[in-house]
């Protein structure tokens, strides 16, 4: 089992930055890809950005390209999601997301383990 819990999020006005945290416990971390997600009010929850394992791949959604950068520290077991240059269309919960390969996370845009979300608001 994963436990992740997300921190982070809050109220910022377009073009400002956020970063999201994400704490990870359970099985060993250093092994499984991360990715965060987000939901939309009246809309289906979206992939946003994944990294594998081994910090060597990283993958974005096109509409984050260039603003958003996913990182992870295998040490502290953690997982970031620094956004920039945030639009009112960002506003969602922003879900944390485990899986054993990261090609679930970017390619079935699915995960094996979710967290409890972190609500980003940009104001226009």
């Known amino acids: 089992q994963v436990q992740l819990v997300e921190s982070g999020g809050g109220l910022v006005q377009a073009g400002g930055s956020l970063r999201l945290s994400c704490a990870v416990s359970g099985r060993t971390f250093s092994s499984i890809a991360m990715g965060w997600f987000r939901q939309a009010p009246g809309k289906e929850r979206e992939f946003v950005a994944a990294i594998s394992w081994s910090t060597i791949a990283a993958y974005y959604a096109d509409f984050v390209k260039g603003r958003f950068t996913i990182s992870r520290d295998n040490g502290k077991k953690m997982v970031y999601l620094q956004m920039n240059s945030l639009k009112p269309e960002d506003t969602a919960v922003y879900y944390c997301?485990?899986?054993?390969?990261?090609?679930?996370?970017?390619?079935?845009?699915?995960?094996?383990?979710w967290g409890q979300g972190t609500q980003v608001t940009v104001s226009s």
């Open positions: 997301a485990a899986a054993k390969e990261v090609t679930t996370l970017h390619l079935a845009r699915s995960s094996d383990y």
